[in-house]
């Protein structure tokens, strides 16, 4: 399945993306997973990336774009893949959309994963992430503990909290989710393959996805 994963940081795209990978193999592609990634590597794009991170503002789309030109085509996007965090602004949605003609690529469907806010709010300050940038499995102290404190029940590796997961960092990360990435909601919506998913639970969302596409 070719899937775009819309909705505020926190309403359960990730979640939602690995369980959906289950099902036909198709990759999860968490732009947030990738630059973390580069972080920790130390890569010039890491580097760059790493400011507007810890502030919890956007990455300029330039850099997205590029990194996201290169990964639509490598070899394991072939056999479908879940769009988890892009694009995040319209001017990334307007490219996004050239660079898919380009590669002559169909979307199946746009979801929008819509969450209270208060929810997210929440959901975000009890969240805890695995330190492990290949592993990156998402926990809650509140609802999905680790089996054992602060160990990974995947890769044995340190839990923690993010840095963009501070209380203020997240209040600007909603704000700037309701003002850049937001508006995309209409963007797709009037574009049509769109679906709006009003839910908490994610086996729910992938219910309503696994209906919407017959599978
Ligand atoms: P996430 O894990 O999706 O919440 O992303 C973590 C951080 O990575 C965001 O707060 C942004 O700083 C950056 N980021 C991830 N995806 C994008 C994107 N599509 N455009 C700009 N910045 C992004």
Do not use: W
Request: proline share 5%.
């Amino acid at each position: 399945m070719k899937l775009m994963l819309l909705g505020a940081p926190g309403a359960g795209k990730g979640t939602v993306a690995k369980m959906l990978t289950a099902i036909d193999g198709s990759v999860q592609i968490s732009t947030g997973d990738i630059l973390r990634s580069e972080v920790k590597a130390g890569s010039e794009l890491g580097k760059e990336a790493e400011k507007y991170m810890k502030a919890g503002d956007l990455v300029p789309d330039s850099l997205i774009m590029d990194m996201m030109e290169k990964r639509l085509q490598q070899d394991d996007c072939k056999k479908g893949f879940l769009l988890d965090g892009f694009p995040r602004t319209i001017p990334q949605a307007e490219q996004l959309d050239k660079l898919l003609e380009k590669l002559g690529i169909d979307l199946d469907m746009v979801v929008n994963i819509d969450v209270p806010r208060e929810i997210i709010f929440d959901r975000l300050c009890t969240r805890r992430t695995c330190s492990n940038p290949d592993c990156q499995e998402i926990y809650n102290v509140k609802s999905n503990p680790p089996k054992k404190e602060g160990v990974c029940d995947k890769c044995g590796s340190p839990v923690v909290q993010r840095d963009d997961e501070t209380e203020e960092a997240i209040a600007h990360r909603l704000d700037t989710y309701n003002e850049k990435t937001r508006p995309l909601v209409d963007y797709y919506a009037a574009k049509g393959k769109f679906k709006n998913i009003s839910g908490t639970s994610s086996e729910e969302v992938v219910k309503v996805i696994k209906a919407e596409l017959g599978i």
